[in-house]
């Protein structure tokens, strides 16, 4: 790992940062910066413990604090490579823009597969062998140079059925992920959508796309609720 590689990676952990890759996006993004830097943050262990059925107060507030403080790890992040020479944009939640058919330009998923954080699971959540799908994510685009991650291309569900039959809304197919399947091939966002919001509607009282139930129950999760 060259030097500017590893003093990121220390401003990012020292920031809060729980897991760091660096990911190689030139296959897969036609912007300028090529490198991407993903940063996930776990959601506390009680937190999914209290998800099987949807969402609680508790996710919410948790949902919103990880939100602030992954906006500003990767402003931290970013702020470090400029004052360093190089180019830098942080993806936070305000920077980031949202089509009707609730895609991004770049999603902070393919830049965490890329960096070899994990896969996506039959769920559509970028599920990580430390935490499962229990993690929020984001990211920063840079011209930096550093070694990246071997990418994850291939989903490592197998034939494992619990986000299917845990989802309200029916919207995990169970087709198995591999990088290129577009999500609209093994995931409905209209019915999560949907579903969630009702759930976070008659559950905690807010207009919000608010679930958790296919984390909750995702294996890779629970090893992740075991530990400790
Ligand atoms: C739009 C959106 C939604 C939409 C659509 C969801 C979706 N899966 O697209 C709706 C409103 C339904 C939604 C719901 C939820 N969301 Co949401 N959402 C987003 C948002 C803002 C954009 C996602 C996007 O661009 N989707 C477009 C599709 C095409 O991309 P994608 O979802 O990333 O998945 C594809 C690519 O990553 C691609 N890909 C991955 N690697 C590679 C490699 C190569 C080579 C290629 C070609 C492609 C490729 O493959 C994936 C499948 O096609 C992101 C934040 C962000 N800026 O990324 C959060 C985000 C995905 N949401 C998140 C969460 C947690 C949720 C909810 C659980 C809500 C909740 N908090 O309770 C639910 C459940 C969603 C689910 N099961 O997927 C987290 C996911 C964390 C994780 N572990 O993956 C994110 C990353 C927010 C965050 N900051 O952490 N969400």
Not at 7 to 13: D, E, G, H, P
Not at 120 to 141: D, N
């Amino acid at each position: 790992m060259c030097e500017i590689q590893q003093k990121l990676k220390s401003v990012l952990i020292a920031q809060g940062a729980s897991l760091v890759g660096f990911a190689d996006l030139r296959p897969v993004w036609k912007g300028s910066l090529k490198t991407g830097v993903s940063v996930a943050l776990p959601l506390p262990r009680e937190v999914v413990r209290s998800l099987p059925n949807g969402p609680v107060p508790r996710y919410y507030d948790a949902y919103c604090r990880l939100n602030g403080r992954l906006d500003r790890i990767v402003t931290a992040g970013a702020e470090y490579l400029k004052a360093e020479g190089y180019h830098a944009f942080a993806q936070t939640a305000g920077a980031v823009n949202e089509s009707e058919d609730y895609r991004t330009e770049l999603p902070h998923k393919t830049v965490a597969t890329r960096s070899g954080l994990g896969w996506i699971g039959k769920c559509a959540l970028l599920v990580t062998p430390e935490y499962g799908s229990a993690v929020r994510l984001s990211s920063i685009l840079t011209d930096a140079p550093v070694r990246c991650g071997v990418p994850i291309a291939q989903s490592r569900c197998g034939s494992c059925t619990a986000g299917a039959d845990v989802c309200p809304g029916k919207a995990v197919s169970g087709k198995v992920w591999s990088a290129g399947v577009d999500r609209n091939d093994f995931f409905n966002p209209y019915a999560c959508r949907k579903a969630a919001r009702a759930l976070a509607r008659e559950r905690i009282q807010r207009e919000i796309t608010l679930c958790g139930r296919c984390i909750a129950a995702c294996p890779y999760t629970k090893r992740y609720l075991a530990e400790k």
